[in-house]
């Protein structure tokens, strides 16, 4: 069964970059059918799509993050990254990475609870 | 960038039949995918492409979309139902990009 793992500090300073890797067992991330996102969940706030990657480092951004935002990947080692920079409190957020497959997504990680304090 | 719209809130008795709504420009040319979320869980795929059931989700869970409007359906409605959904789309107006609505908590009554 495909799962996701988010990592990384939970606790980032302000305008410090906020950096978070997903790790992917149960599945290669170099299927050629799949993208690889990232969401974040503001505490009691709905969902906002960060943006997508494919194996070959192809990616689509949210428009409104997309001068502070990269995403990466590593084959090698079934993962993909994050980078927020510059954050502010208003990044303060519970981050999501997931499987899409074609415009879903279809698999989710737990999440990771990021605090900009 | 395009907008869906759902209302904040939905309620309904058990056994009866919810619907939630995602309103959006001519929403019916795009394929509606539908989460549910409860409190403190990821969020869950519950239909994609309008209306197509991942394995193992229940009957009861179906969707459509035309027009302006995509539903979820959830009939015979469960105390375990009660959760916030999310409808999100797939924009390709400009660069490709997911939309999520803003959510919707259904209350079981």
């Known amino acids: 069964q495909l799962q996701l793992q988010e990592s990384g500090p939970g606790l980032v300073k302000p305008s410090e970059t906020l950096s978070l890797t997903c790790t992917v067992s149960?599945?290669?991330?170099?299927?050629?059918?799949?993208?690889w996102g990232w969401i974040r969940q503001p505490p009691e706030k709905g969902l906002e799509w960060i943006g997508s990657?494919?194996?070959?480092?192809?990616?689509f951004y949210n428009s409104s993050l997309k001068s502070r935002v990269t995403i990466l990947v590593d084959p090698s080692k079934n993962q993909f990254s994050l980078e927020v920079r510059s954050v502010t409190a208003a990044d303060t957020a519970v981050y999501y990475c997931?499987?899409?497959?074609?415009?879903?997504?279809?698999?989710w990680g737990q999440g990771s609870l990021v605090t900009v304090s | 960038s395009y907008v869906v719209t759902q209302p904040p809130s939905v309620s309904v008795a058990p056994g009866q039949t919810a619907k939630i709504t995602c309103g959006g420009n001519?929403?019916?040319?795009?394929?509606v995918n539908w989460y549910q979320q409860k409190p403190g869980q990821a969020p869950v795929l519950v239909v994609s492409v309008d209306s197509d059931r991942p394995s193992g989700m229940p009957e009861r869970f179906s969707g459509s979309n035309s027009g302006n409007t995509a539903t979820l359906s959830i009939s015979r409605v469960e105390a375990g139902d009660e959760a916030d959904y999310y409808c999100?789309?797939?924009?390709?107006?400009?660069?490709?990009?997911?939309?999520f609505g803003g959510g919707t908590k259904l209350t079981v009554l």
């Open positions: 997931a499987r899409q497959y074609l415009t879903a997504f279809d698999f």
């Open positions: 149960g599945g290669p991330i170099s299927s050629r059918s799949y993208y």
């Open positions: 001519s929403i019916g040319t795009k394929s």
């Open positions: 999100q789309v797939w924009d390709t107006t400009n660069d490709p990009a997911g939309v």
């Open positions: 990657i494919f194996y070959n480092g192809n990616t």
